[in-house]
């Protein structure tokens, strides 16, 4: 489809479409069927789709999967949630960002029949997707669900190409449930009849809840760690999956739960070989080429790492899954870790401390920019200290924080806040 322009920019047509529903998160697929029936059902028309759901990885898992498909040659199709610095981030259109302009036309599109189905900003985020993916040509298009899977707004395509479900843990309770079964049945509601789903490793409960879905939809089921390993030998990782014994480079994003990752993302694409040809050198290639920004991304340039004068790296992970993760790479650093850390109030603090308590050498606490509904340091410093964290301060700007741990130097920064300010932190960092 050919670039024009559009009245509005992508941004106030968002508002515009924001102010029909303010309510972001307002789980039902009734909305959704209604909004792609106005629009010609798009799902319909989508190139092979690879559905992912799960609490942490998703990310991730589509970042290798597209490197490694980008490296055989094909055309990607990607859409993930949420965005860091632009709302174009979240949707790729066979291998690029989709332009403003094409955002525009879509969003536009869709403005008027969201009016009268009512749907959700993000159900209309994802219908302009549908749209767009439905009309431009791509090989496969990669897709993240947004909260959930059952109920979430990517649900509705008939017949993926496989589903997929990254490591679940306790996360967004408030909505999909406070123990692991109820959240890991939601997650399973994206298993469907005759699609076949590749797991991670998952506690028993969750283990559980996704075998039972995938045996009443009757489809087979690969759960890691039972169906298929990974072990580290050397300078790789070998994948084993029953048949065959094949070793991979390991990923160049830092931490051992990336190698999880990448060990999914194989798993997932050699199964869906037959349909998407793929092999072993172009997946090598796509584990070694996947970028994921804001997940322990060391930064490069830009105020705070001429500040600190030493190595700085941008998580935006806070649930207690991704502290684990978070945990298992500060124990592997040579030299000691400070935090700075904002949390949003939804975030439980306590289990995040809890995993990253005995690998922190300080920690300072800021206020979240703004009435975002984060945490106000003191209330973050508390939680921090009760648990044990050895050094725990207060400030209230990142540069403040950065002069409180001076004395640490030559540690390493870990700056630790929510997604949206990471995005922040990325437009003058990289």
């Known amino acids: 489809m050919a670039e024009a322009s ?42 092979p789709v690879v559905h992912v759901a799960g609490t942490n990885g998703k990310g991730s898992t589509i970042a290798y999967m597209r490197a490694m498909y980008e490296a055989a040659g094909y055309r990607v199709h990607a859409y993930t949630s949420p965005h860091l610095v632009r709302f174009n981030e979240r949707m790729v259109l066979a291998g690029e960002i989709i332009s403003n302009d094409t955002l525009a036309l879509y969003l536009e599109r869709i403005l008027t029949v969201s009016k009268e189905t009512h749907a959700t900003v993000f159900e209309a985020e994802t219908a302009v997707a549908f749209l767009a993916f439905s009309e431009h040509s791509a090989d496969v298009l990669l897709l993240e ?4 899977g059952r109920l979430d707004a990517t649900n509705v395509v008939p017949q993926p190409l496989c589903s997929v479900i990254t490591p679940i843990g306790i996360d967004h309770a408030e909505f999909l449930g406070d123990t692991l079964a109820k959240i890991a049945s939601e997650k399973a509601g994206i298993i469907k009849p005759n699609v076949p789903c590749i797991s991670a490793n998952q506690p028993a409960e969750v283990a559980a809840v996704l075998s039972d879905r995938a045996h009443a939809c009757n489809v087979p089921f690969s759960l890691g760690g039972i169906d298929w390993t990974f072990s580290l030998k050397d300078h790789a990782f070998l994948l084993r999956d029953g048949q065959s014994e094949i070793a991979f480079p390991l990923p160049h994003l830092p931490g051992g739960h990336q190698i999880a990752n990448a ?7 050699r199964h869906c070989a037959e349909q998407l040809p793929i092999d072993d050198a172009a997946i090598a290639r796509g584990i070694d080429q996947a970028k994921w920004s804001a997940r322990l991304q060391k930064l490069s340039y830009g105020p705070l790492v001429e500040q600190w004068a030493g190595d700085v790296y941008l998580d935006g992970g806070h649930n207690a899954h991704a502290a684990a993760a978070i945990a298992g790479w500060m124990a592997q650093q040579s030299t000691p870790v400070v935090m700075i850390c904002a949390m949003m109030q939804r975030k439980d603090a306590r289990a995040y401390f809890s995993e990253l308590a005995p690998h922190l050498s300080a920690l300072c606490c800021i206020p979240m920019p703004g009435d975002s509904g984060g945490y106000d340091a003191e209330t973050l410093a508390s939680a921090a200290s009760a648990l044990g964290v050895a050094d725990v301060m207060q400030a209230d700007t990142m540069h403040e924080a950065i002069q409180q741990l001076e004395r640490y130097r030559p540690a390493t920064v870990l700056v630790a806040v929510s997604l ?3 995005g922040e932190v990325l437009k003058t960092h990289g």
């Open 420 to 422: 949206h300010l990471a």
């Open 6 to 47: 559009a009245p509005g920019g992508p941004d106030a047509i968002l508002a515009r479409l924001t102010a029909l529903h303010p309510k972001r998160i307002d789980l039902s697929l009734d909305r959704v069927h209604r909004l792609l029936a106005a629009l010609g059902n798009p799902e319909r028309r989508l190139p």
């Open 263 to 269: 060990a999914l993302a194989t798993m997932v694409v």
């Open 145 to 148: 669900t947004g909260l959930g």
